[in-house]
Each structure stands twice: as structure tokens, then as C-alpha cells.
T-cell receptor, first 118, second 113 residues
Framework: GAVVSQHPSWVICKSGTSVKIECRSLDFQATTMFWYRQFPKQSLMLMATSNEGSKATYEQGVEKDKFLINHASLTLSTLTVTSAHPEDSSFYIC??????????????FGPGTRLTVL | DAKTTQPTSMDCAEGRAANLPCNHSTISGNEYVYWYRQIHSQGPQYIIHGLKNNETNEMASLIITEDRKSSTLILPHATLRDTAVYYCIVRAGSGGGADGLTFGKGTHLIIQP
């Protein structure tokens, strides 16, 4: 099946610093990628939809100036958590829509990035 | 998207078939039923999807009732590695929507040795 990778798999940073997370589709092109966040013992929550070559669409309550998304190519989307604070500590997961198979809405997920802000 | 209801948790003996139910009584005609699972501290994994016919792949079978108001995911021979949270999601399928998925609480399936 289609493979999505994320880097780094985990990161620890100091409060106030910025952290960049990369999401790559390794063997297919993805015009649309999604970013999710998952707090402990909770389900995944969609943060934003990332479209190649255009601005991301953010879900209600997600600050676009804090969570910067760039989708510069068909295989790479990045999420930058700016001025991170302890409450941003979470499991960040991306997914990519397999656009070649346009007959259905299957998404492939990355392995996730565990962010801990001290 | 139509709302889904799943049991919070289920146990199943290793080697047995695991049957995970999902209710989606408000499903509309163009919405598919998707199943994903998430093993602890990993990203979700796509399992299977269907519209109205029963579907089978190398991972599981999906049985959808004739009125489409409920479905059952079947793992035919559960192993310890199948312990995970299983999510039933109803979404527009064919060519439709670039929206992300809405995850409910899912069913925590625990496979017992």
C-alpha cells in the first residue's frame, strides 16, 4: 500500500521555540494532505487540510498563525508549531489522500510525531 | 457526515473471529463506511471500506446490512497484533470531498491470549 512518513518521530523542545514536522508521501503523489492532533486518551482531531500550491484550510479553533502549514510539492507537507508551549504537547499525525485512486476517499496515515514542550 | 456509534471496548480470544459492530442509522445514499484502526502510539491504518455490498480484503471483511444502517467489521482469525482501537467512519466516497476524517471514540479491541 501507499506509504507516508513523518519526521521527526519525536521531539522535545523548550517553551517558546518553533518545531517543524515533515510529512512525505513516499510512493505516490498527494495533492491533499491532512494534519491531525491527538491528546492522550483522546481521539484524533483534524487540525487542517493542506493543498499543494495553495493555502491550508484550518478547522475551527485552530490558530493558523501558530500552526503554519506549507505544502510545496506533491509529496511534502510541513507543519510548524511556532512559539510552542506545554499545552501544544501532543501526538501530531498527517495523512495523504491517494489522489490517483479518485474513486474513493482513502487516506494513508503517517506514523505520527510525538511533541513534548518543556 | 453521518454519526456512528460503536461499543467502547471488546475482548476476543486469539484465533477467534472478532466481530466489531457499528451503527450509522443516519447514513445517506452517497456515503461509504470506512474502517481504520490505530495501534497504540502509531498512526491510523486503513482497513476496508464499502458502500452497500459486503467487502473482503486480506485484512478483514465488512458486512453492511441491507438498509445500510449498521455494519460489522470481521477479523477472521484475530491475533495479539490486532489489539487496537477500531474506528468506523462514514464519509462521502466516490470522487467526493477533500475533507479530513472525523474520528469518534472507536472500539478498543483487546485480543486475549
Amino acid at each position: 500500500g501507499a506509504v507516508v512518513s513523518q519526521h521527526p518521530s519525536w521531539v522535545i523542545c523548550k517553551s517558546g521555540t518553533s518545531v517543524k514536522i515533515e510529512c512525505r508521501s513516499l510512493d505516490f503523489q498527494a495533492t491533499t494532505m491532512f494534519w491531525y492532533r491527538q491528546f492522550p486518551k483522546q481521539s484524533l482531531m483534524l487540525m487542517a487540510t493542506s493543498n499543494e500550491g495553495s493555502k491550508a484550510t484550518y478547522e475551527q479553533g485552530v490558530e493558523k498563525d501558530k500552526f503554519l502549514i506549507n505544502h510545496a510539492s506533491l509529496t511534502l507537507s510541513t507543519l510548524t508549531v511556532t512559539s510552542a508551549h506545554p499545552e501544544d504537547s501532543s501526538f501530531y499525525i498527517c495523512s495523504a489522500k491517494y489522489t490517483l485512486l479518485s474513486s474513493y476517499n482513502e487516506q494513508f496515515f503517517g506514523p505520527g510525531t510525538r511533541l513534548t514542550v518543556l | 457526515d453521518a454519526k456512528t456509534t460503536q461499543p467502547t471496548s471488546m475482548d476476543c480470544a486469539e484465533g477467534r473471529a472478532a466481530n466489531l459492530p457499528c451503527n450509522h442509522s443516519t447514513i445517506s445514499g452517497n456515503e461509504y463506511v470506512y474502517w481504520y484502526r490505530q495501534i497504540h502510539s502509531q498512526g491510523p491504518q486503513y482497513i476496508i471500506h464499502g458502500l452497500k455490498n459486503n467487502e473482503t480484503n486480506e485484512m478483514a471483511s465488512l458486512i453492511i446490512t441491507e438498509d445500510r444502517k449498521s455494519s460489522t467489521l470481521i477479523l477472521p482469525h484475530a491475533t495479539l497484533r490486532d489489539t487496537a482501537v477500531y474506528y468506523c467512519i462514514v464519509r462521502a466516497g466516490s470522487g467526493g470531498g477533500a475533507d479530513g476524517l472525523t474520528f469518534g471514540k472507536g472500539t478498543h479491541l483487546i485480543i486475549q491470549p
